[in-house]
């Protein structure tokens, strides 16, 4: 091949862009079908469709499969490269467009690498799509640790909008914790379906969909990776392969959100409980997740540490752009909630707002759990005859106390 038709059929970053948005859409559309045959499989277990109907979707599934697969097999960037490689192999060297043909082999080795990588990544850095408002769509979830053990979450259905503020209660054993981890994806479902924004969470997408999703725990000394607070910040980053010049900017930013910003060299190990917890949040923080999980991220803190993160929690809600879930033995807290989620034993017993949950009479108590301060507070007002509109602000029954 000579140089001038080369270049009249050279391919192009262009054509590697093209080529990386195929694989993407063609991600995408094998994830839906997934998703969909996943669902199937759950309403074949409920005999809700035929096995005839499960095997065609299956089908389907295979075949779109198959074409995934023979688009990655694509020959063009290799071809390209082998049609520069003969241009330079009949060129002579002192022609005078033998530079330009070396510049457009090793272009074209360049294209079939990069190639060669969008291949290996199978289109997976399609962004995850939001199909809806709907930050978590549970639906007849279901869970045992074991076939033999009994079932630790029995039918659990709710749905929570994205920019909510939910606390999780329940006794302790009630599956609280199970509950996150299967909505983060470590454990997995026996029955039932997950949608976080409409995409169904199953074992193909979960890497995926866990974008959505950060989580901060209980122990602030278990959170630690990295040997100062920039560097713990930096860790997920680098994991989530961020470009290195972003960095520094988005680890500034998340610090600044959790008053952090001045201990950014600091070693983990001097700083206090709540200033852990707060570059744990940090650390969430700086993938910007739309749901952050918080699981008991206060309950080893000291009444200074619980107020400070309590307070970045208060601040996350008040900005409503993300959804936060708490599971807390906080009594207090759900307050601050938009709903409270209430699981017993493996159950959802209740889920409304927290002025219900507290006001139902004996409720609370009926499933071993106390209520807040300010509703005992009004209680014993109560029944000492005091006659006042329950609230949940301490001010507001002081202003009404003064009153009397
Ligand atoms: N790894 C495990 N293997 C077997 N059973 C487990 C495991 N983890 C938890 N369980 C059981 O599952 C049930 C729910 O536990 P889970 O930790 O979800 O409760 P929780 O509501 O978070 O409780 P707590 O308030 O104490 O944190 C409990 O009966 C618990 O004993
Ligand atoms: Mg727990």
């Known amino acids: 091949m000579q140089l001038k038709e080369f270049k009249k059929t050279k391919l192009s970053e262009k054509d590697l862009e093209k080529y990386q948005a195929t694989l993407n859409e063609f991600y995408k559309k094998k994830t839906l079908h997934n998703d969909q045959l996943?669902?199937?499989?759950?309403?074949?277990?409920?005999?809700?469709?035929?096995?005839?109907t499960f095997k065609q979707m299956k089908a389907k599934n295979t075949e779109i499969a198959k074409e995934f697969t023979a688009s990655l097999k694509s020959t063009m960037f290799k071809d390209n490269l082998k049609n520069a490689t003969k241009v330079v192999e009949n060129i002579n060297a002192e022609s005078p467009e033998y530079l330009e043909a070396n510049n457009e082999l090793t272009e074209a080795k360049r294209l079939y690498e990069e190639f060669q990588l969008i291949v290996k990544e199978k289109g997976r850095s399609a962004k995850v799509v939001k199909f809806n408002n709907?930050?978590?769509?549970?639906?007849?979830?279901?869970?045992?640790?074991?076939p033999e053990f009994p079932l630790v979450l029995k039918n659990v259905n709710f749905t929570i909008n994205h920019g909510e503020y939910i606390a999780i209660i329940g006794h302790n054993g009630s599956g609280k914790s199970t509950l996150s981890k299967i909505l983060i994806g470590v454990l997995t479902a026996e029955k039932g379906i997950i949608k976080l924004f409409g995409n169904v969470l199953n074992s193909q997408n979960i890497a995926q969909i866990r974008q959505f999703l950060g989580i901060v725990f209980q122990n602030p000394d278990n959170q630690f990776i990295g040997s100062t607070v920039r560097a713990d910040i930096a860790f997920g980053l680098e994991n989530k392969r961020i470009e290195p010049k972003e960095m520094p900017g988005i680890i500034q930013q998340a610090a600044e959100k959790v008053h952090m910003e001045e201990f950014l060299d600091h070693e983990p190990l001097n700083l206090s409980g709540g200033?852990?917890?707060?570059?744990?949040?940090?650390?969430?923080?700086?993938l910007n997740p739309d749901i952050l999980i918080f699981d008991e991220a206060t309950s080893m803190l000291d009444p200074k540490g619980k107020r400070e993160v309590k307070e970045i929690m208060v601040n996350l809600r008040n900005q409503r752009d993300k959804t936060i879930l708490s599971i807390t033995h906080d009594m207090d807290e759900i307050l601050n909630a938009d709903k409270v989620l209430v699981m017993n034993?493996?159950?959802?017993?209740?889920?409304?707002?927290?002025q219900e949950v507290i006001n139902d009479e004996g409720f609370l108590e009926s499933i071993h759990l106390g209520v807040p301060f300010i509703a005992e507070v009004e209680n014993e007002l109560i029944k000492a005859g005091i006659k006042l509109n329950k609230t949940n602000s301490m001010d507001d029954l002081v202003k009404q106390l003064w009153k009397k």
């Open 38 to 52: 996943f669902i199937a499989k759950n309403k074949l277990l409920n005999e809700e469709i035929t096995k005839d």
């Open 134 to 146: 709907l930050a978590i769509e549970v639906e007849n979830l279901h869970f045992r640790y074991n």
């Open 275 to 286: 200033q852990k917890q707060r570059v744990a949040i940090a650390s969430a923080l700086a």
């Open 345 to 354: 034993n493996g159950e959802l017993v209740r889920y409304g707002t927290p």
